[in-house]
């Protein structure tokens, strides 16, 4: 029974990685499923490299592309390079990009990349005034970043203040952000705020997903089964992997017992341009 659960969720990462974007709406919580995959220390560790050529490479493709989805994608790349250019490079993007789409961005690389020497240049920007919305938002990821996975804790509080001020009337662009906080962080406020959530019809299910897989279960069982008599394939599919998160006896169950037909992947196209496998490992 483990087996099949632990089978259905890394299935479901696999599912959430395909999406056909001309075919439905963009949805935050697949967007936020995505980046918990693609940011998580596992995969990080993965494929952070030393090859600094290969970082300047792609510092240099940056600097010649025109196209904003290149840039996005080089400005995460370049933050697997464990190498002096890449923090400089993020660092100036921080403090000297016109483009505060680009500058967001380059603060959450930056971030990842966990080098303490470099927070001061992120506290530096958090406290300039009238930050905006998407500011406060890159913000908060920096600071959940650090707080999380980094040796500065305090900042927890801090991400969380801020995610709490911005994000339960958010717009979608600035509400994947919050989810993929919230879950990061866990604790009251990410229950707080996925019970939250549940009233929004449109995000009710995959609000119960996130709140299923922190341990959240009475509540979210009742909306799993329900969900599986939808016309919907990948709410159906969504629903599976809930239960398969909650993994009792009688959520099993209801898994095994579904027919063939409607217990299948439902494959889309990725939401996020960006392959690892494009870089290498350094030694």
Known sequence: MRKLVLILSFLGIIATLRAQTDEYDYNPYEYAQEELFLTSPGVREVYESTDCKKAYEFIRMYYTTGKETEKYNYLRSISFFQCEDSYIFLENQ????????????????????????????????????????????????????????????????????????????????????CILNYFNLKETAAIDFFNAQLEQPTFKLYAALFLARLGEHKQTFPIFATALSSEDEYEVHTAVMGLAAINTEEATALIINLPPEKNRLTHRERLINFNPKDIKKGD
């Open 94 to 177: 921080i403090r000297n990009n016109p483009s505060e789409r680009e500058r967001c961005h380059a603060i959450i690389s930056l971030a990842w990349m966990l080098e303490p020497d470099y927070l001061p240049c992120i506290l530096e920007y958090a406290r300039k005034a009238a930050l905006s919305l998407q500011e406060k938002a890159a913000i908060a990821t920096a600071f959940m970043v650090f707080g999380v996975h980094g040796a500065t804790s305090d900042l927890k509080e801090k991400a969380i203040a801020i995610l709490d001020e911005i994000c339960y009337e958010a717009e979608v662009d600035v509400l994947a952000t």
